[in-house]
């Protein structure tokens, strides 16, 4: 059974760093990748990075671009978010979401976890 | 773009509630739906714009291709209610979701 855990979120100060995690069980990401997602309060959804399965590819959104890096721990089967610079636009509830791939292997999020609070505030 | 219609959607328990969703370029099948009720995460409901996921039940069927795309639940069900996103993963990166329409149980 596939399960996400996500946990790091808190209240930071503007141009500060925080470190996501995101704790998986019942897959492995040498099959599968990962992504984060986040919401701020009352609004949608804005994807955030991705890590192919094996971590050889990332992207990013143009929104965190040179500030945030997705990275994992295969053996732990961890993957984590770095977030530098974060500025008060990066308060959110951030998900990480599994990857799965359809019948044309384009990739879409079949599991999401709970999702962790970040607030960037002074 | 992912754009959504209506942004909310009060529907009596038993009726029909019909999401649209458009994308600014062609997407082939690859949407997929959410449900986000308050305080948890998305739900996966439907993926290649018309297969439904594990568990969901057959009252939700999504239909399209291309640019435009429906969500519909035939019989709306009192737990059927909160925020419907569709999400494009054809043109990335991003993968981009829509504004999310409400639906509300009249």
């Known amino acids: 059974q596939v399960q996400l855990v996500e946990s790091g979120g808190g209240v930071v100060q503007p141009g500060r760093s925080l470190r996501l995690s995101c704790e998986a069980t019942g897959f492995s990401f040498r099959t599968h990748g990962m992504h984060w997602v986040r919401q701020v309060a009352g609004r949608g959804l804005e994807w955030v990075a991705v890590m192919s399965y094996g971590g050889t590819n990332k992207y990013y959104s143009d929104s965190v671009k040179g500030r945030f890096t997705i990275s994992s721990d295969i053996s732990k089967n961890i993957v984590y978010l770095q977030m530098n610079e974060l500025r008060p636009d990066d308060t959110a509830v951030y998900f990480c979401?599994?990857?799965?791939?359809?019948?044309?292997?384009?990739?879409?999020?079949?599991?999401w976890g709970q999702g962790t609070l970040v607030t960037v505030s002074s | 773009v992912m754009t959504q219609s209506p942004a909310t959607l009060s529907v009596s328990p038993g009726e029909r509630a019909t999401v649209s969703c458009r994308a600014s370029r062609s997407v082939g099948s690859h949407l997929a739906w959410y449900q986000q009720k308050p305080g948890q995460a998305p739900r996966l409901l439907i993926y290649g714009a018309s297969t439904r996921a594990t568990g969901v039940p057959d009252r939700f069927s999504g239909d399209g291709s291309g640019t435009e795309f429906t969500l519909t639940i035939s019989s709306l069900q009192s737990e059927d209610s909160g925020v419907f996103y569709c999400q494009q993963y054809n043109n990335w990166p991003p993968w981009t979701f829509g504004q999310g329409t409400q639906v509300e149980i009249k």
């Open positions: 979401a599994k990857v799965e791939y359809d019948s044309s292997g384009f990739q879409y999020f079949d599991s």
